[in-house]
T-cell receptor, first 114, second 109 residues
Framework: NAGVTQTPKFQVLKTGQSMTLQCAQD?????MSWYRQDPGMGLRLIHY???????DQGEVPNGYNVSRSTTEDFPLRLLSAAPSQTSVYFC?????????????FGPGTRLTVL | QQQVKQSPQSLIVQKGGISIINCAYE??????FPWYQQFPGKGPALLIA?????SEKKEGRFTISFNKSAKQFSLHIMDSQPGDSATYFC????????FGKGTMLLVSP
């Protein structure tokens, strides 16, 4: 089992460019989330999904879009990248059936917007 | 509005000492309080977690102490080792998690 995979590992964009960060899981978890991690800011929730076809906004959703067409995949789209979106992005999954709702994090994507 | 406040920002402990990290939360609806450990270049990984119906949970050298009335919880690392050097995040939530800003722990040999 690969667990939670994220691609790419690193990405450099110019202001205004668009891109999609990929997240895939083979754990059959219903719940998936996207976080961004900035120095001194901890992890902040961008968007999350409780199942295929269902998404909702987190704490910092502006500038990001998501969709969930399958249980396995939860891509994060940046429509027009801005320098403020320079960050490390983590995808996480949770099984709603687990007793402690443990979130399993991917290895992250380091994004730089110039 | 920061719903989970974590302190200290950084901590240096000698090998064999006790590391203590504290968190305070505001939302009384939170019912799940995990601690995550993150090494450089890696994603966070669950270390230990507690529900509000118990005041303490211990797993090996790691203990969570939980004070529901004060809305505070803390992580204690006993016999701290250099391999424990990492960033630690507390979190709280019910359907989603709100994370603290993190504590960088350095255990000196």
């Amino acid at each position: 089992n690969a667990g939670v995979t994220q691609t790419p590992k690193f990405q450099v964009l110019k202001t205004g460019q668009s891109m999609t960060l990929q997240c895939a899981q083979d754990m059959n978890h219903e719940y998936m989330s996207w976080y961004r991690q900035d120095p001194g800011m901890g992890l902040r929730l961008i968007h999350y999904s409780v199942g295929a076809g269902i998404t909702d906004q987190g704490e910092v959703p502006n500038g990001y879009n998501v969709s969930r067409s399958t249980t396995e995949d939860f891509p994060l789209r940046l429509l027009s990248a801005a320098p403020s979106q320079t960050s490390v992005y983590f995808c996480a999954t949770t099984s709603r059936g687990s007793s402690y709702n443990e979130q399993f994090f991917g290895p992250g994507t380091r994004l730089t917007v110039l | 509005q920061q719903q989970v406040k974590q302190s200290p920002q950084s901590l240096i402990v000698q090998k064999g000492g006790i590391s203590i990290i504290n968190c305070a939360y505001e939302n009384t609806a939170f019912d799940y309080f995990p601690w995550y450990q993150q090494f450089p270049g890696k994603g966070p990984a669950l270390l230990i977690a507690i529900r509000p119906d118990v005041s303490e949970k211990k797993e090996g050298r790691f203990t969570i102490s939980f004070n529901k009335s004060a809305k505070q919880f803390s992580l204690h690392i006993m016999d701290s080792q250099p391999g424990d050097s990492a960033t630690y995040f507390c979190a709280a939530g019910y359907s989603t998690l709100t994370f603290g800003k993190g504590t960088m722990l350095l255990v000196s040999p």
